[in-house]
């Protein structure tokens, strides 16, 4: 790929990015000061960068804690910083998810929680109810990603799986008002999705779980399986009356970073479009339709005329066949050079958050012909795809995109430039 173009890609990316600083975003949504104590709880990738926002931002005193991913904190004075695991919860985690709760505990209807929500904090906060163990949450989480489900349908089995996600952490603030910060990174930005809404409660129950698991053929453990056969352990209604004073805000978006990066492209002098925000969907799927788009503007001009820049986000998702390494967004990413050999574009495609899978990429970049020069090396792009070995097929082009982490997270970021 030509210099400029990565230059050129990863200055929208860098837009993106801007758009859904944790300062920017918080600085809209400050709550007003309580009369008693404001106390500060979180989760997700970005949850350490809003924290010091917030501290930076709030004229008064505070306490709290939040859980972020290994490698992912920031220099907090007055929120304390907790690392877990992720995507696979871990001990820390368990004995993190904790945390929260010990913070609420005792406040009055004075008091004030705000509790900042990211991506993420579905794996970072495991609390396994009843009988079950972090083995099985693990075991939960583990099938949930092997299995290609839609995030929403993975939020609303765990949320049936849990003592802390669909609104249960909430409810342990009462009286306590809370007000909810929520970086989105789900296709559709509904609040309650994000990490699992543990400060958001939803109306999905027990029997629409067990029916998900069924329709999207999710190969859960026997004992996940007992437990969703069980009515007990049921998140709370949003209609509680504990809720009836609480606020969510959705501060940050994929819409809004897809606009921001729709308005540095054109102000370098390319044309952008917006495809949507909220793509669901098998990444290699997705990519097939990209490539096709991307194929008739290149030979037809149609529907847009080049030079463009076509941008799209939203959430993929992964079925595990193979046992390579990668991500939704490499595996997008190879499938669509591979569908699009021979089209003349440039593409990228990572995550916000800075971390694209397993490894420490957040994505990678791709062109027309890329899959020729992976040939040339002596690697089969097919036989990569279908091992879902996607890190391995940039790795061996040296196109892997590596920012590191961001401090924020708006789901998957994709840009096809066609000159």
């Not at 609104?167 to 910060?181: K, S």
């Not at 969510?248 to 897809?258: G, K, M, T």
């Not at 021979?342 to 958050?353: K, M, N, R, S």
């Not at 279908?386 to 970021?413: I, K, M, S, Y």
Request: proline share 6%; glycine share 10%; hydrophobic share 45%.
């Amino acid at each position: 790929m030509k210099p400029e173009d990565k230059d050129f890609l990863a200055q929208l990316f860098r837009a993106a990015i801007e758009a859904a600083a944790p300062e920017k975003a918080l600085s809209t949504y400050l709550p007003t000061r309580p009369k008693g104590k404001t106390v500060v709880i979180g989760a997700g990738k970005g949850a350490a960068q809003l924290a010091a926002a917030f501290e930076r931002l709030w004229d008064g005193p505070l306490e709290g804690v939040v859980v972020t991913r290994y490698g992912y904190s920031a220099a907090c004075q007055r929120i304390r910083v907790l690392e877990a695991a992720h995507p696979v919860p871990d001990v820390a985690g368990l004995e993190a998810s904790q945390s929260p709760f010990d913070a609420v505990k005792g406040l009055g209807e004075n008091d004030l929680v705000v509790a900042l929500i990211c991506g993420g904090g579905s794996a970072l906060l495991p609390a396994p109810p009843g009988d079950l163990t972090l083995k099985d949450e693990a075991a939960l989480n583990s099938a949930l990603l092997a299995g290609g489900a839609p995030i929403s349908v993975m939020n609303a089995i765990r949320k049936q799986v849990s003592g802390i996600k669909g609104g249960r952490l909430a409810a342990a603030c009462h009286p306590a008002r809370v007000v909810t910060l929520v970086v989105s990174d789900v296709p559709g930005d509904d609040p309650a999705q994000v990490a699992s809404g543990p400060t958001v409660p939803d109306a999905s129950n027990r029997k629409e779980a067990r029916a998900l698991v069924k329709t999207w053929g999710v190969k859960l453990p026997e004992r996940i399986l007992a437990w969703l056969d069980e009515d007990v352990g049921q998140p709370p209604s949003p209609h509680d009356s504990a809720f009836a004073s609480h606020e969510v805000h959705i501060i940050a978006s994929a819409r809004l970073s897809l606009e921001a990066a729709a308005q540095r492209s054109e102000a370098l002098g390319v044309p952008a479009v917006i495809l949507s925000d909220c793509i669901e969907g098998e990444a290699r799927d997705v990519a097939g339709v990209h490539a096709a788009i991307a194929r008739e503007v290149a030979s037809r001009d149609r529907p847009f005329l080049r030079p463009v820049v076509i941008l799209s986000g939203g959430e993929t998702t992964v079925t595990i066949k193979g046992r390579g390494k990668g991500g939704r967004n490499t595996e997008f990413l190879l499938s669509l050079a591979l569908a699009g050999e021979g089209v003349l574009f440039a593409a990228l495609a990572a995550d916000t958050d800075g971390i694209d899978g397993s490894e420490d990429n957040a994505g990678a970049f791709a062109d027309g012909a890329s899959m020729g020069r992976l040939r040339e090396l002596g690697a089969d792009p097919a036989a990569l795809l279908a091992g879902n070995d996607a890190w391995t097929a940039f790795h061996r082009l040296g196109d892997l995109f590596v920012p590191g982490p961001t401090g924020t997270n708006v789901n998957d970021f994709r840009a096809i430039l066609i000159r």
